[in-house]
């Protein structure tokens, strides 16, 4: 399900920690910004009334914190513009068990023709980078390592519809399905199994 505009503040209601974005970016609106140039949205939510102010001032791209603040949200983040195809060959990797509860979570294109996968977990979850690949940068022509997929959770945020580029594939935030803890680590584990970047061994 599309979300309005004028729905945001439901989100808040629904315990999501909002924050408004710069259109077109990703960085937070100076709405949100102290003095310093700095929001603790990522730890404490904005009242709902505070949220709609910030859609009667204009304000039409958002994001919602990850983690304890947001009711132990996750996001599966798949970044297709380094792996294209990454989300279906994870998709077709999973057990019946792991695809029913994937079925229900949100799922979201995001500007980059990524995939985010959106629920809740039993437990707050950290933020890990599972998968990296080499590249060669366009712009300079060296190799550089880039992320194909992570997990956002505590202490980092994601876009969401309205904002520009994200488009709802399935399911609504409204609606998010609770993973539990061990069936996200298997989650997990699959996702590792698409990196292609290992540590050297350390040297004496």
């Known amino acids: ?6 729905q945001v503040p439901r ?26 140039h700095k929001h603790n949205l990522l730890k404490v ?35 297709e513009k380094h792996y294209l195809g990454l989300y279906d060959i994870f998709y077709a990797k999973l057990a019946d068990h792991q695809k029913v509860l994937i079925d229900k979570c949100y799922k979201s294109k ?15 979850q950290p933020t890990i980078k599972l998968s990296s ?6 712009k300079t022509g060296k190799e550089i390592i880039v992320t194909t997929s992570e997990t956002r959770g505590e202490v980092s945020y994601v876009l969401i519809s309205p ?21 996200h680590e298997e989650l997990i584990d699959i996702m ?3 990196n ?4 050297e061994p350390a040297t004496e």
């Open 1 to 6: 399900m599309k979300i309005r505009n004028e």
């Open 11 to 36: 989100l808040s209601e629904a315990e999501f920690s909002i924050i408004p974005i710069v259109e077109g970016e990703k960085r937070p609106h100076a709405i949100c910004l102290d003095k310093d």
């Open 45 to 79: 939510a904005a009242s709902v009334e505070v949220v709609t102010g910030w859609v009667k001032s204009g304000v039409t791209s958002w994001g919602v914190a990850c983690g304890e603040v947001s009711g132990n949200i996750i996001v599966f983040d798949f970044d």
């Open 110 to 124: 995001t500007r980059n023709n990524g995939t985010h996968i959106v629920c809740r977990t039993e437990t707050s």
């Open 133 to 138: 690949r080499v590249e060669i940068d366009k």
């Open 163 to 183: 904002s520009a580029g994200y488009e709802v594939m399935q399911g609504s935030l409204f609606d998010l399905p609770v993973i539990p803890d061990d069936i």
């Open 192 to 194: 590792r199994t698409f």
């Open 196 to 199: 292609e970047v290992f540590e």
